[in-house]
């Protein structure tokens, strides 16, 4: 201590308690300035956040190896967790019997959950504007999710200004794109957003953050099983997302970015509304996810070629310009 003295403390479910006869609790240190707090989760996502663009834009420049890619992101989310201590421990009464807690798993669980939501928001970028809509709707429903919070208006006013000019707003010619830095940026800062907000502050319940994150989750999964399906690899470049499937259905960039905004509200709508309903029966919620994961994949299964199918479009339309 200050004055010379040694105390001993104990931290348990996010509380320091001194260990005295009496035990006298305390809020954890965190530097105040102003009406800005900083705590140690927001400096590791500071920090953990830089390496991840650090080592994307590197990629971006010369292109790295999948297997590499993975090994960094994982060990790069493992980082976060070891500084910030945060991650899934408890993911909520989905069976009806009770909370479901991972013991052993949680921190394997946890980089695996980050590290594949990373890559899901990496490939949802492919038309201007999708993944930064991705990561700013879900931000907006944390925000106001229960009480306000300031700081997310950080993120969001830089992905909003992002947009701007990524759709050109601010001058026709797009100066600004994220690249794979940017889009795992704002993938992993979504992750652990939502861990943090489920888990030791509990502001929504753990499975609401699969509603939140709907549409690139259950994007990239659909191409992996398809790719494999095909004998190529998850990460093989392609075609066959859904916004390439909407482009060779007719559909312009920006209808298809209005589309997926609308999608992303009513789905983030959804499971907040399903958890103001059902607070504690979690289940609930999960299954009529699953119900409509089965409704996705079946409304966007297709036996067409994407890729011949959109190379054809491209074609007629660069002829019919001529």
Known sequence: MPDGL????????GIVSKVSDEMEKITPISKDVGSVKVNTISLSMFLCGGLIVAFMLVDDFIGLGAALRLTVQALIVLFMI???EEYITNLGNLYGNGDVNLGAIAIPFTIFCVVGLMNAYNMADGLNGICAS????????LTFFGSIKYGLLIPIGAILGF???????????????LGDSGSNYIGF???FLCITYS???????????????????????????????KGLMPF?????????KLLVKGFTPKNILYIFILMSIVLCSVGCLIEFLYPDDEYISLGLFILFAIFYYASTKSPIDWNKELKTKIENTMESNV
């Open 82 to 84: 070891l500084i910030s």
């Open 236 to 244: 093989t470049p392609g075609r066959d997302h859904l916004h390439h």
């Open 134 to 141: 991705f990561g700013l709707i879900p931000l907006i429903f």
């Open 163 to 177: 947009m701007a000019y990524n759709l050109g707003y601010f001058g026709k010619k797009r100066r600004v794109f």
């Open 189 to 191: 800062i979504v992750a």
């Open 6 to 13: 040694k105390s001993l403390y104990t931290f348990e479910n």
């Open 199 to 229: 888990q030791d502050s509990q502001i929504i319940n753990p499975v609401t953050a699969l509603w939140l994150v709907a549409i690139p989750l259950l994007d990239c999964l659909g191409v992996i099983v398809s790719r494999v399906k």
